[in-house]
């Protein structure tokens, strides 16, 4: 295929990790030869019909809404924390998790008094999902490895994601509630949508059905 002209070149966001190994396999499953060498950050597919940029998770939101990516691969736990609204063109099929309230396996309800005490990477989630059901609530924020905060007594529970439950058992932690399902997304900037309408969709297209 000759390559394309540049104004029909789609950008893509990526977030880095694991969700970036199934996105630029899913592309190539469908096509796209595409290849992106360890540390760099920005790569074209051979016909230059898209343009991948790796970002980290949470930044991904931010580079769609301002429209430096087009389009993005993300979860919907990202895009509900950066408070963006998206077109949400294509549910993928992986990166599928949960998003729950977990505690020590030895924890006793029986001692929460008051505001219950959430950490969370997840706090506009978090704080929302217990204000809408009038449960009176302490988020504390955190960065990463928040099964922690059970295990040191931060916080008797966490809001956080569950893949495998693997980290909540080898930390002795439970799963108390699932609290929602999260899902990978293609989403697209609006305005980019627009003008891009018909790649756009030729991609989603292609991504769906499995043909390029
Ligand atoms: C996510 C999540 C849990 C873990 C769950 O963390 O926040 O910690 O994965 O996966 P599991 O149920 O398969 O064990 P991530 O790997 O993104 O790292 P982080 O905690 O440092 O953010």
New binding site residues.
């Given amino acids: 295929m000759t390559r394309v002209s540049p104004a029909d070149q789609l950008s893509i966001a990526l977030p880095k990790?694991?969700l970036e190994v199934r996105a630029v396999e899913l592309l190539r499953s469908r096509g796209y030869d595409i290849t992106v060498p360890d540390r760099q950050l920005v790569a074209e597919d051979t016909d230059g019909r898209v343009r991948v940029m790796l970002v980290k998770?949470s930044d991904l939101p931010t580079y769609v809404y301002h429209g430096i990516a087009g389009l993005g691969i993300c979860g919907t736990d990202v895009i509900y924390e950066s408070g963006y609204e998206f077109f949400r063109l294509l549910e993928l099929p992986f990166g599928h998790?949960r998003m729950c309230l977990a505690s020590r396996t030895d924890h006793d309800p029986e001692q929460d008094t008051g505001r219950l005490r959430v950490a969370s990477?997840y706090t506009r989630f978090a704080r929302d999902y217990f204000q809408e059901r009038g449960i009176p609530c302490e988020i504390i924020k955190l960065?990463?490895?928040?099964?922690l905060a059970p295990v040191l007594g931060l916080a008797p529970y966490i809001v956080?994601?569950?893949?495998?439950?693997?980290?909540?058992i080898?930390n002795n932690l439970h799963v108390v509630k699932e609290l929602e399902e999260i899902k990978v997304v293609l989403i697209a900037n609006p305005a980019y949508y627009k003008f891009h309408y018909k790649s756009i969709d030729a991609l989603v297209d292609t991504l769906r059905e499995g043909r390029a």
Avoid: P
């Fill in positions: 990790g694991r998770n998790t990477k960065a990463g490895s928040v099964e956080d994601l569950v893949e495998t439950g693997n980290t909540l080898a």
